[in-house]
T-cell receptor, first 116, second 113 residues
Framework: AQSVTQPDIHITVSEGASLELRCNYS??????LFWYVQSPGQGLQLLLK??????LVQGIKGFEAEFKRSQSSFNLRKPSVHWSDAAEYFC??????????????FGKGTKLSVKP | DAGITQSPRHKVTETGTPVTLRCHQT?????MYWYRQDPGHGLRLIHY???????DKGEVSDGYSVSRSKTEDFLLTLESATSSQTSVYFC????????????FGPGTRLTVT
C-alpha cells in the first residue's frame, strides 16, 4: 500500500541555520510528491511539488526539495531558517486508487520550532 | 488564495446530535475533498466528490456522509456525532490538469462533548 513516512516528529533549529526535513514514500509507480506547510490555526499551504523532470524543485518561501528515486525520498531543505518558518510540515504522495480517482496520502507531519 | 471557505469555523456540539459542515468554492472545480486532521495522524481522507451528485468514500468514512447538489458546495454530515469525531476538518479542491495538486480551506474545529 502507498504510504508516506516523516521520521522526525519535532525538529528545533536556530534562526539562520540550515534545515532539512525528511520524507520517505512507498509507491510502485512514478510518484507525484508534495510538501505542504501549516501555520498554527491555519489551513495547509502548498510549498512545492514534483511531477517529473528535474529532481531538484524550487518552491515558495525559499524552500527546495530533492527527489531521489533510489532512496524513495523527497527531503525538504532551506539554507537559512527564519523565525516565521516555525510551523508543521507535511509531505504527501499522489496515489492512484485503482479506480476512477487518485488521492493524496499524507505523512504525519514534522513540527518545526525555531530558536532565536 | 484558492477561493475556499468553510463554515462554521468552530463548533461545539453534544454527542448524538447531527452536524453539517459546509465547504464552498468559487473556482468551479470538479473535485472536492473532506479530510480530518488529528494529532499524530496527519490528514486522512473522509470522502471526496468528482462532480455534482458524484461522491466516493475515503480512508475514514464511517460515521460520515456527504452531499453535493451544486458544483460550488460540498457538505459533510455527521449523522450522530461521537467524541471520536472531535477533530479539525479541512475541505480541499484539486486543480484541473494538475494531478493530485490540492488547495485547502481554512478548516473547521469541531468539538463533540
Amino acid at each position: 500500500a502507498q504510504s508516506v513516512t516523516q521520521p522526525d516528529i519535532h525538529i528545533t533549529v536556530s534562526e539562520g541555520a540550515s534545515l532539512e526535513l525528511r520524507c520517505n514514500y512507498s509507491y510502485g509507480a512514478t510518484p507525484y510528491l508534495f510538501w505542504y506547510v501549516q501555520s498554527p490555526g491555519q489551513g495547509l499551504q502548498l510549498l512545492l511539488k514534483y511531477f517529473s523532470g528535474d529532481t531538484l524543485v524550487q518552491g515558495i518561501k525559499g524552500f527546495e526539495a530533492e527527489f531521489k528515486r533510489s532512496q524513495s525520498s523527497f527531503n525538504l531543505r532551506k539554507p537559512s531558517v527564519h523565525w516565521s518558518d516555525a510551523a508543521e510540515y507535511f509531505c504527501a504522495v499522489g496515489a492512484w486508487d485503482g479506480g476512477s480517482q487518485g488521492n493524496l496520502i499524507f505523512g504525519k507531519g514534522t513540527k518545526l520550532s525555531v530558536k532565536p | 488564495d484558492a477561493g475556499i471557505t468553510q463554515s462554521p469555523r468552530h463548533k461545539v456540539t453534544e454527542t448524538g446530535t447531527p452536524v453539517t459542515l459546509r465547504c464552498h468554492q468559487t473556482e468551479n472545480h470538479r473535485y472536492m475533498y473532506w479530510y480530518r486532521q488529528d494529532p499524530g495522524h496527519g490528514l486522512r481522507l473522509i470522502h471526496y466528490s468528482y462532480g455534482v451528485k458524484d461522491t466516493d468514500k475515503g480512508e475514514v468514512s464511517d460515521g460520515y456522509s456527504v452531499s453535493r447538489s451544486k458544483t460550488e458546495d460540498f457538505l459533510l454530515t455527521l449523522e450522530s456525532a461521537t467524541s471520536s469525531q472531535t477533530s479539525v476538518y479541512f475541505c480541499a479542491i484539486s486543480v484541473p490538469g494538475q494531478p493530485y495538486e490540492q488547495y485547502f480551506g481554512p478548516g473547521t474545529r469541531l468539538t463533540v462533548t
